[in-house]
C-alpha cells in the first residue's frame, strides 16, 4: 500500500522549532520529488519548500527561506522539514507530497502541486503564545 504519513507538528510558542517527518511505504521516497505544502484557515494550499531527486536541490517559499530546511534520509525512506523560528502566520496544517518526477525538472519548484500524486493526511502546526 502506497502511503505518505507526516508526524512532528503540535503546539510551539513563536521563536520556537519543529521537525516534521514524512516516511513513505510501498515506495522508495529519494525517486521521488517531494515538497511540503501548507494550508492554514480560510487561505489557499501554498508551497513550501521543495527537494529534488538529482542532487537534493532545495528550494524554499520566500516565506520561509532561512527559517525552514528541507532534508531526505534515504536510509529510513524519510523527508525532513526542520522549522525553526517559527512565527504566528506559519500555523497551518502541513501536508508532505510526493511526485514521481516523470519529467525530471533540476528545479522542483516548477512542479505544481496538481502534478503531486501522493499526500499525506497532514500534521497540524499552531505558533503562539
Known amino acids: 500500500q502506497v502511503q505518505l504519513v507526516e508526524s512532528g507538528g503540535g503546539l510551539v510558542q513563536p521563536g520556537g522549532s519543529l521537525r516534521l517527518s514524512c516516511t513513505a511505504s510501498?515506495?522508495?521516497?529519494?525517486?521521488?520529488?517531494i515538497g511540503w505544502f501548507r494550508q492554514a484557515p480560510g487561505k489557499e494550499r501554498e508551497g513550501v519548500s521543495c527537494i529534488n531527486t538529482s542532487d537534493g536541490l532545495a528550494e524554499y517559499a520566500d516565506s520561509v527561506k532561512g527559517r525552514f530546511t528541507i532534508s531526505r534520509d534515504n536510509a529510513k525512506n524519510t523527508v525532513y522539514l526542520q522549522m525553526n523560528s517559527l512565527k504566528p502566520e506559519d500555523t497551518a496544517v502541513y501536508y508532505c507530497a510526493a511526485n514521481p518526477d516523470e519529467l525530471q525538472y533540476y528545479y522542483c519548484s516548477a512542479y505544481g502541486a496538481l502534478e503531486y500524486n501522493y499526500w499525506g493526511q497532514g500534521t497540524q502546526v499552531t505558533v503562539s503564545s
Open positions: 510501498g515506495f522508495t521516497l529519494d525517486l521521488y520529488t
